[in-house]
């Protein structure tokens, strides 16, 4: 059995680029950026690294990409990963690694981000395409886990 999914909480580097295909498909292509925080083994200072994702939506997930996104905004991604290559003008062959999205859920929206088109008394939620993540419980209490510590 293979598997190929992924699971990315992170904010835009840029608002979405939309186009349409000769199929009449809307696609949607944005940048995320991930980070990961970890305190040195040795001086104990705070790191932090970041990774940046090409992200493609295509269908209704793209006109919610349009439409929602923009720069900065947290989202939650779920999607697979896909390499296209493709021949360059110099005929040389270029390579690209991107995320496909499967389903999206936006970050919490800002009281003064409200529009006023929504209808008085509609609730303030903003559309998704997945069903709700359950929240996930993270114990705060600063114990740092040790990959040998891991069964696996």
Known sequence: MNLNKIFL????T????SRTLPSGQSVSNFGLATNRVWADAE???????????NVVAFGRLAEICNQYLKKGKL??????????????????????????VEGIQMGPRKPEQATEKEAPGAPAEE??????????????????????????
């Open 127 to 152: 559309p998704t395409a997945t069903e709700p993540v359950e929240e996930i419980q993270v114990d705060e209490a600063g114990e740092e886990i040790k990959t040998e510590d891991i069964p696996f």
């Open 9 to 12: 909480i992170g904010n835009l």
């Open 43 to 53: 001086t104990k200072e705070k790191k932090q690294q970041v990774e940046f994702h």
């Open 75 to 100: 989202v939650f991604i779920e999607g697979r990963i896909q390499t296209r290559n493709w021949q360059g003008q110099n005929g040389e062959t270029k390579y690209r690694t991107e995320v496909v």
């Open 14 to 17: 840029r608002d979405p680029e």
